[in-house]
Nanobody, 116 residues
Framework: QVQLVESGGGLVQPGGSLRLSCAAS????????MGWYRQAPGKERELVAR???????NYADAVKGRFTISRDNAKNTVYLQMNSLKSEDTAVYYC??????????WGQGTQVTVSS
């Protein structure tokens, strides 16, 4: 059974930092591209950052220079370090495992709220 479990969300003041983690099980983690997506109320889910199995990375323009995605294949975990958080970063953040042939998998999401 495939599971993606996000953690690390919470309430933070503007300008603060959070580190999200997504622990995967039931897949050969190193063969999957891992992505972080977010969905704010009333908006569509959008890509935040993605790291491929070979380490190629891309970011949404809105988070470039503030967020960093990384992966630890030994721990089957992908991270999202979020710095200089803004109110517009408030959303539910989801982890996704993507493969060119096999099905995609999603985590249950973790809430990030940026507010003073």
């Amino acid at each position: 059974q495939v599971q993606l479990v996000e953690s690390g969300g919470g309430l933070v003041q503007p300008g603060g930092s959070l580190r999200l983690s997504c622990a995967a099980s039931g897949i050969i983690f190193s063969r999957y591209a891992m992505g972080w997506y977010r969905q704010a109320p009333g908006k569509e889910r959008e890509l935040v950052a993605r790291i491929t199995s070979t380490g190629w990375i891309n970011y949404a323009d809105a988070v470039k220079g503030r967020f960093t995605i990384s992966r630890d294949n030994a721990k089957n975990t992908v991270y999202l370090q979020m710095n200089s958080l803004k109110s517009e970063d408030t959303a539910v953040y989801y982890c996704k495992a993507g493969h060119p042939v096999l099905p995609d998998y999603w985590g249950q999401g973790t809430q990030v709220t940026v507010s003073s």
